[in-house]
């Protein structure tokens, strides 16, 4: 299949979550996501491989490709938890799980009896944590997995902050990440009051390095960090990092 189409794809969603404290140092997390996707295309800016006339694609000629539908609609559900430790203040891990596309909605323009056209279920698992192992020091190690069909991901990194002043509204921050088989990227940056400015490189360490010498993609990032406001009478211990 050759050409734009001009799918226009529509979406409607809305999450709800709800947490609940384990002690003093506990926070798990339940939520789901609900969704409406319309999709729809335009066949008629479409050529197919038997149209093909040795030199070009012309849609003019015939095709035996046929569509049971030219717009498809369906409900999207996805689920997730979230789980927080927080013994003291120098310490913060959490985990998470979630599964996308629960409900396995259907998405196809076709009527392939040998494909039902369902979208796979998509899972997905990280753990991380915020350790502050010197006064100046923060490490943050995080592990992320996700698995949809026969495709999977896994990266596993590490970053480090380092205060350049007392109060740590400077910072210093260099990490590295790897995603298995595929690539290993290293990261700078520095934090300033609430603006964190970071650059990463994509460095290619699977059989494309052949194709492009090792070099991957760029990346620069501007995050700005929200504070909550202080307060005397909070019932969890929270982290002061």
Not at 3 to 30: I, P
Not at 99 to 109: A, D, G, L, S
Not at 152 to 177: P, T, W
Request: hydrophobic letters at 35%.
């Amino acid at each position: 299949m050759v050409g734009s189409g001009s799918m226009k794809s529509t979406k409607f969603y809305g999450s709800l979550a709800y947490h609940q404290m384990l002690g003093n140092s506990s926070l798990v997390s339940a939520g789901f996501n609900v969704g409406w996707a319309s999709k729809r295309i335009d066949n008629t800016k479409l050529t197919f491989p038997d149209q093909f006339d040795g030199k070009f694609f012309d849609g003019r000629l015939p095709t035996t490709v046929s569509f049971a539908n030219l717009n498809v609609d369906y409900i999207d559900v996805q689920v997730g938890m979230n789980y927080a430790y927080f013994p003291e203040e120098n310490v913060y891990i959490n985990a998470g799980y979630s599964i996308h596309h629960v409900n396995r909605p259907k998405e196809t323009f076709f009527n392939d009896l040998t494909n039902d056209g369902r979208i796979p279920m998509r899972h997905i698992g990280f753990v991380n944590a915020i350790l502050r192992v010197a006064d100046r020091v923060i490490i943050n190690p995080n592990v992320y997995y996700t698995n949809q069909a026969k495709a999977s991901e896994l990266v596993l990194g590490v970053n480090a902050n380092y205060k350049l002043s007392e109060f740590g509204d400077q910072q210093l921050v260099a990490g590295i990440y790897y995603r298995f088989k595929d690539a290993v990227a290293p990261m700078v940056g520095l934090e300033l009051g609430n603006f964190k400015f970071l650059y990463s490189y994509d460095v290619t360490l699977s059989s494309l390095n052949k194709y492009n010498n090792y070099r991957g993609a760029s990346e620069i990032s501007i995050v700005k960090k929200g504070f909550y406001p202080s307060t005397t009478d909070r019932q969890s211990l929270c982290p002061k990092f």
